[in-house]
């Protein structure tokens, strides 16, 4: 069974940054793509950023290199790097793996992903 754990959530001023972490068990990390998602109360769910087994990554427009992702593969883990937040950046954000192990760029849709962690909320106060 394959977990994700996200940590790293919290409170942030305006302008601040944050980092999250995904940490996961149970499958073959190094071959999944992994994506970051967020979800805003009475919004739906919406990609943020996401990377391949390759290092290659694809962002939402709304990151304007704000965000970075990135992963070890030796810890299993995928880490969300958020600068310059804003308040609409407030959400649940959650990881999720695509065990799709095909060579493409990571993919955009929830639908894409298999495997989804519990969430981790972050709030950006002004």
């Known amino acids: 069974q394959v977990q994700l754990v996200e940590s790293g959530g919290g409170l942030v001023q305006v302008g601040g940054s944050l980092s999250l972490s995904c940490e996961v068990s149970?499958?073959?990390?190094?071959?999944?793509?992994m994506g970051w998602f967020r979800q805003a109360p009475g919004k739906e769910r919406e990609f943020v950023l996401g990377i391949n087994q390759y290092g290659i990554s694809t962002f939402a427009n709304f990151v304007k290199g704000r965000f970075t992702i990135s992963r070890d593969n030796t810890k299993n883990t995928v880490y969300l790097r958020m600068n310059r937040l804003k308040p609409e950046d407030t959400a649940v954000y959650y990881c999720a793996a695509d065990t799709n192990t095909a060579i493409r760029s990571p993919r955009r849709m929830p639908a894409e992903y298999t495997y989804w962690g519990q969430g981790t909320p972050v709030t950006v106060s002004s």
């Open positions: 149970g499958g073959t990390f190094s071959r999944y793509t």
